[in-house]
């Protein structure tokens, strides 16, 4: 079954704009990671958020967390057709193994 | 080598043929995983090793998927008797140490695999 679940399921913006992508899990985490997969074959790690961090950055990447809230939020800041992807939440729910969400499908247009 | 190898990187099969996908994972790597995923959906988790043993199978779909790995490296997923539904792409990631959740998976390509 799925832990995560992202919101929206797509999303499409213009070059320059900020794309905000929304994750949702059900139970307690160690931590929390975001890939992102083009083309859908091989994911890429983009950023890794521990359960008592709230805020990562990493270049136009930032990363929220809110553990009361069981919710993640990835902003992706000045936006590039080349972002143009699926973006995944996977989390460990207190487990060994990483279940990854339902994705969010960004379209970014020139 | 320099990053998680699969094979086949495509594969059409007839249903009720085994067919076997393999995974090379980043040497060192002691935690090794598979996934399938379905046309536009998300990952579906399947199997993860720790070196050579398997601590949670709870994601294999059925008595006709099984997996391997041997000398804490190369990987093999069979699936038995393939069935329509088990066209997917499946996806193969490694990472550095044995409680992988607080690092990185790195993935491979993938295995498109078509049963008709």
């Known amino acids: 079954s799925q832990q995560g679940e992202e919101d929206p399921q797509a999303l499409s913006i213009q070059e320059g704009e900020n794309a905000t992508m929304n994750c949702s899990y059900k139970t307690s985490i160690n931590n929390l990671q975001w890939y992102r997969q083009n083309s859908g074959r091989g994911l890429v790690h983009l950023i890794l958020i521990r359960s008592n961090e709230r805020e990562k950055h990493s270049g136009r990447l930032r990363v929220t967390l809110d553990t009361s809230k069981k919710s993640s939020s990835l902003l992706i800041t000045a936006s590039r057709a080349a972002d143009t992807a699926s973006y995944f939440c996977a989390t460990d729910g207190d487990t060994d193994k990483l279940i990854f969400g339902t994705g969010t499908r960004l379209q970014v247009f020139p | 080598g320099a990053g998680v190898s699969q094979s086949p990187s495509n594969k059409v099969t007839e249903k009720g043929k085994d067919v076997e996908l393999r995974c090379d994972p980043i040497s060192g790597h002691t935690a090794l995983y598979w996934y399938r995923q379905s046309l536009g959906q998300g990952l579906e988790f399947l199997i993860y090793?720790?070196?050579?043993?398997?601590?949670?199978k709870s994601g294999l779909p059925s008595d006709r998927f099984s997996a391997e790995r041997t000398g804490g490296s190369v990987s093999t997923l069979t699936i038995q008797r393939t069935q329509q539904e088990d066209s997917a792409v499946y996806l193969c990631?490694?990472?550095?140490?044995?409680?992988?959740?607080?690092?990185?998976?790195?993935f491979g390509s993938g295995t498109q695999l078509s049963v008709l």
């Open positions: 090793f720790q070196g050579n043993s398997a601590p949670d």
């Open positions: 990631a490694s990472s550095l140490r044995r409680t992988s959740t607080n690092e990185k998976l790195f």
